[in-house]
DNA sequence: CTGCAACTTGAAGTGAACTTCAACTCAAGG
DNA sequence: CCTTGAGTTGAAGTTCACTTCAAGTTGCAG
């Protein structure tokens, strides 16, 4: 078994048959057709789709990941280094938002002590709503001063 | 101002008018009507809304947050200890997130080096797909053994 | 060579989380 | 009082990421 039928790929994947044909419509991953028009995919497709899985896990949307793939060359099967690339790339992004969840980790225990959720820095510490002017939402969790 | 309008609410806490009479509609927040029919928040409602923000950027769906906020008293509006409780709830549930992400980096990290994504452990490590019949999908980095 | 599981397509459906629209009413400053 | 920006409703529309369906075709084990 040299390529891979739909179905042995969802098996090995674990993405239903019918999301690997919608991410074939959408671009995201390829394969070739035999004389009878069914599709086979080669085994480095198994690669992309467990990026995407990774990349759906961390909360980025299909066009993003699209963005992403479209960084490893077309003409040739992706070696471990553009692999390699891509993951450091992602790596960054995984950072990210890790610190995002630290950081909203953090003010959720800050403010256990007196419930406020810190919206708009803290409602207790902030009765008067003084700083209802400065913008809308929870500024400081989501984009931090400094 | 002692109660707020929808637009207050809105400006306040950055989520869409239209978003919190979803909310309402939804049985997520709650508010009292003015004899012409026009919706005022108590300003616990902004507590409230502040925490499905944040929830929601943990990755929660509306269905879930509305069974957390559920656990408030209805009754009364909610004490800081109350709040403090939820708080400390889901503080365990961004923890989990965390770890769960972490996990995902890590895996990431240690698999540049040979550029795998780590699907079925490793397939340089394993390249004759000798794992295939042990379930689908990135079992590693989404249930890990042990 | 046959039978049947697995494959093909386009179109339509799903659910989550909202937004937009149209037609109308309310609240409050001048 | 009057104007006007803000609010009201239900229904329909939107985007994302798929799934389901129906009707037909293919590939391979026996």
């Known amino acids: 078994m ?3 039928a739909i179905g042995d790929l969802a098996a090995r994947s674990g993405v239903a048959p019918s999301a690997l044909r919608y991410y074939e419509r959408e671009g995201l991953i390829r394969s070739t057709r035999t004389g009878g028009n069914q599709r086979r995919y080669h085994r480095s497709e198994l690669r992309r789709v467990a990026f995407i899985k990774i990349a ?7 066009d993003e990941i699209r963005e992403a793939l479209a960084e490893l060359p077309e003409e040739r099967t992706p070696t471990k ?24 980790r953090d003010q959720l225990t800050g403010c256990i002590g007196c419930g406020c959720l810190s919206l708009q820095r803290c409602n207790l510490i902030n009765p008067a709503d003084r700083l209802a002017a400065r913008g809308t939402g929870p500024q400081m969790i989501v984009n931090p001063p400094e």
């Open 81 to 104: 280094a553009d692999w390699a690339r891509l993951s450091a790339h992602w790596r960054g992004k995984l950072e990210e938002r890790i610190l995002l969840m630290q950081r909203l």
């Open 2 to 4: 040299e390529t891979l």
């Open 56 to 62: 759906q896990q961390v909360g980025v949307s299909l």
